[in-house]
């Protein structure tokens, strides 16, 4: 459990802000309780600290803010080599997470967990495992705490991608596999959106949607239509493509404004919290309600900009930009304090209200807070995916202006962009 100084953090939801800063390494004494009694094995040891890594539950350095289906694992140890290689590689690497400095040892590690890798895709059969698929996934997550960039795994989302479509998902019924495929789904549409050569078919889709049914009928059924994921699955092509989806674009942004409005006032409730714990059902609350608020946003701005396309001096469209790009803004100026785990999700965020706006003081403002969040995981370069997709959106408002005035005629595939584009991974 980490244990820290009280919290010198004043906040509240309009925007209030006495201090935000990111705690500083000092301010944190990294230290966990006696592990449980296990086996006296590899297999044992390797559990016993994974066990450890996930029990902390401090906001901003709880590891399960990367998905539930973390805790499964341990269970699952002793039977892949490359999932047994990975969970040492983030076992290790995390006691130092906090100070951003990693002895050699832990590069070891992540170093044979990569080798481990390497040696298991070459085996198709091995390589198309839902353990694979997760040591894949936990490597990209140590790769950003270490700040290592190995050129095999740009686009991490991508590889991702390419498993799922090799593995045989209609076998896969445990929990553990059902979960851990849902949450790979977010990553796998955000950079969908900035890149081509992630593509998805509808069939795996339908899939996600069965599996989300089986996990939990309930939560299904009163989910909200503009975030289930079938719908989402189709912002990257609304990104690349937008012209034939002018209707569905509109629609899905009436439904993310008024989703946005019902979270905010869940969020409202917390206008006046100022957190003097990073623990707890509260905190615990509050971080998800914001986390959610600010996706909603960042996903309303983004189809709000696409909707400019077709209508770029329209007045209403140009205000809610405006609006939403300062909510993003100041949730991320509140988020701060749950840095760098907790709020990991922001700059994304940023980097979709950046290409949106044109308000030089709000770019301004965020182009500080991006450089700001940078820090955290510093190999990610968020500005240039946010170049990428300004280009990409500019790339559409001077087409479709000149199809408008009849200087052209229009093109049957719109926004089309070479696969050889850049790749990233949002993570």
Not at 19 to 27: F, G, H, I, L, T
Not at 96 to 119: C, E, I
Not at 180 to 191: A, G, N, R, S
Not at 367 to 375: I, V
Request: with cysteine.
């Amino acid at each position: 459990m980490f244990k820290t100084q009280p919290l010198k953090v004043a906040q509240s939801q309009n925007g209030a802000l006495q201090k935000s800063r990111a705690p500083v390494a000092e301010e944190i004494v990294f230290s966990f309780g006696s592990p449980p009694t296990v086996l006296n094995t590899g297999t044992g040891r390797l559990a016993a600290a994974f066990v450890e890594t996930l029990e902390v539950t401090d906001i901003r350095y709880a590891v399960t803010y990367y998905g539930p289906f973390l805790r499964e694992i341990p269970q699952r140890l002793g039977n892949s080599t490359v999932l047994d290689s990975a969970v040492k590689a983030v076992s290790s690497a995390y006691p130092y997470v906090h100070k951003g400095a990693f002895p050699t040892s832990v590069l070891v590690n992540y170093g044979q967990s990569l080798r481990a890798l390497r040696d298991c895709l070459n085996n198709p059969s091995e390589a198309r495992t839902a353990h694979t698929l997760c040591a894949v996934y936990l490597i990209t997550i140590c790769q950003s705490w270490l700040g290592k960039v190995d050129d095999s795994l740009t686009s991490h989302s991508e590889a991702i991608a390419c498993l799922l479509k090799a593995s045989s998902l209609g076998e896969w019924r445990s929990h553990f596999e059902m979960e851990m495929v849902i949450t790979l789904c977010v990553p796998i549409i955000l950079e969908g959106v900035i890149n081509p050569r992630i593509r998805m078919d509808p069939h795996f889709w339908e899939m996600m949607t069965t599996f989300r049914k089986r996990l939990n009928p309930q939560a299904f059924e009163k989910s909200k239509d503009s975030t289930q994921l079938h719908h989402l699955a189709m912002l990257p092509e609304f990104v690349q493509h937008p012209d034939p989806y002018a209707f569905e674009i509109a629609k899905m942004y009436l439904s993310l404004k008024r989703d946005a409005g019902i979270v905010k006032m869940g969020l409202d409730q917390f206008a006046t919290f100022v957190p003097n714990s990073f623990s707890g059902p509260y905190v615990d609350k509050h971080s998800k309600l914001q986390a959610a608020y600010t996706i909603v946003s960042t996903l309303a701005v983004l189809l709000n900009t696409l909707l400019r396309l077709f209508n770029p001096s329209n007045p209403t469209l140009e205000q809610e930009t405006a609006f939403f790009c300062e909510e993003i803004l100041t949730q991320a100026q509140l988020a701060q304090c749950y840095r760098p785990m907790g709020s990991a999700y922001m700059p994304l965020s940023l980097v979709v209200a950046w290409a949106s706006t044109n308000d030089i003081v709000q770019l301004a403002r965020i182009e500080a807070l991006l450089a700001d969040y940078q820090n955290d995981f510093a190999e990610l370069p968020w500005m240039n995916r946010g170049i990428w997709l300004a280009s990409l959106l500019n790339s559409h408002r001077e087409r479709i202006a000149l199809e408008m005035t009849g200087s052209v005629s229009p093109i049957s595939n719109p926004g089309e962009v070479s696969d050889r584009g850049e790749s990233c991974c949002i993570l």
